[in-house]
C-alpha cells in the first residue's frame, strides 16, 4: 500500500480559507512530458491543477525543473529514476500514462513518499492484436516484400500458415491469455508458462500450461508477455535460444530487456532464430551500433513500441488513471493540522473546518 507524504505545508489560502490548492495556497503543479489523452489534463485542470503540457521534454529539462511539481505525468519513455525523484522534492504523483511500471523506481518512491498510479488493462487487446500482427508479418515475410516492391523490385518471397503451428505464450497475464483467445480460430496449438500457477484459465482457452523447457523446445512461434517489474534478467539468454526449434520465430511486444541482447544477435547470425519481432528496443529511439545491426537484419521487424499507441487504448489510459488521480489529488489537497506537540495530526475532513 503506498502512502503520499503530506505536502509540507498546510494548504491554506491567502485568504484563510483552507485552500483546494498546494502548499503555501499556491496551486498543485503539474508536469506532463508525454503525449497523453487530453482528458486527463482536463482532469486535473478541472481540479485546481496548474498542468505544463511539454510532451518530448528531455531528461536534462526534467531535472532542471522537475522540483516546482507535485504532480508528474509520463509513459514509458523516461525512467522515473532515484535522481528524478530525489531531485522532485515536492513530488508526490507520479502519473505512468501506461501499462507497465518497471522503468520507475519504486523503492525510491515509496522512501519519498510518491504514489504511483499507472494504467495497468488498458492495452490489453491493442497489444494482443500487434502480437498477431507481428505474427503474421514475421510468417509471411510482408514487410520486405512491401519493402521490395517499392524499391521496384518484384519478388514472390515464400512463407507458411499460422495453421497448425505451435505457439508457445511465456506470461499468461491479462494480454498473454488475451492472445491466446485471440488465436483461438487460427488452428493453432498454443502451450504457456507462466511463474504463476494459472491451469483453469489456461484450458478454458484450449490451451496447455507447460514448463518453460519444454515451451522453448516445442514452440514454432513464442510471444513474450511477461511483465518485467517480476523479473531481474532477461527472459531469453542464450541457453533459452539453444533450446529453441531451428528457425524459431520470436515475438516481443513486452520490454527489449526481456530478451539478452547480445545472445539474441548471435541467434540471428547463426540462423537458430528465423524471425524476431518486436515492438521494443533497448533504448527508444535507438542509439547502441548493436541494436541498430539487428533492427537492419532481414530477419528483423520493430515497430517504434506502438502496442499501446492506439485511440482506444489511450482512451482507455485515461478511463483507469483520472478516478486514481482524482482521488491521489484530493488526498493531498486535504489539510494537515499541527498538534499541540508540534507533530503534525491525521488529515480532516473538509466538513469539520467549514
Ligand atoms: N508494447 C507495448 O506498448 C506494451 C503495452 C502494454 C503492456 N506492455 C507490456 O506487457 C506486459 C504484460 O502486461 P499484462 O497486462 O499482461 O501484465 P500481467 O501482469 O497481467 O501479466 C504478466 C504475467 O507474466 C508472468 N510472468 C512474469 N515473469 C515471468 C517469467 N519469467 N516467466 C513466466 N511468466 C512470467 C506473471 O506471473 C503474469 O501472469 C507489461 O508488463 C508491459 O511491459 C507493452
Known sequence: MQTIKPLDKSPTAANGNIAV????????????????????????????????DSPGMSRGELLGEIGQYHILIGRTRMPVDKEILEKGTNLRIVGRAAVGTDNIDFAAAERNGVKVINAPGAATESVAELALTLTFMALRGVYNGSAMLKNGEFFKNSGVELAGKTVGIIGFGRIGSRFAE???????????????????????????????????????IISLHVNMEANTKPVIDGSSFAMMKDGAILINTVRAAAVDMHALQRSLASGKLGFYASDVLWN???????????????????????????????????????????????????????????????????????
Open 21 to 52: 490548492n498546494g502548499h503555501d495556497g499556491s496551486a498543485l503543479r503539474a508536469i506532463v512530458i508525454d503525449k497523453i489523452d487530453a482528458k486527463i489534463i482536463k482532469e486535473l485542470r478541472r481540479h485546481g491543477v496548474d498542468v505544463k
Open 182 to 220: 485471440v488465436l483461438r480460430p487460427f488452428n493453432v496449438n498454443v502451450i504457456v508458462n507462466d511463474i504463476a500457477k494459472m491451469n483453469g484459465r489456461v484450458k478454458e482457452l484450449g490451451a496447455e500450461f507447460v514448463g518453460m523447457n519444454e515451451l522453448l523446445a516445442r514452440s514454432d
Open 284 to 354: 527508444e529511439p535507438p542509439k547502441d551500433p548493436k541494436e541498430l545491426e539487428i533492427i537492419a537484419k532481414d530477419n528483423v521487424l520493430i515497430t517504434p513500441h506502438i502496442g499501446a499507441q492506439t485511440n482506444e487504448a489511450q482512451g482507455r489510459v485515461a478511463e483507469i488513471m483520472i478516478p486514481n488521480l482524482v482521488e491521489a489529488i484530493k488526498e493531498l489537497k486535504r489539510p494537515v493540522y499541527p498538534a499541540d506537540n508540534g507533530d503534525f495530526v491525521d488529515r480532516l475532513e473538509y466538513h469539520f473546518i467549514e
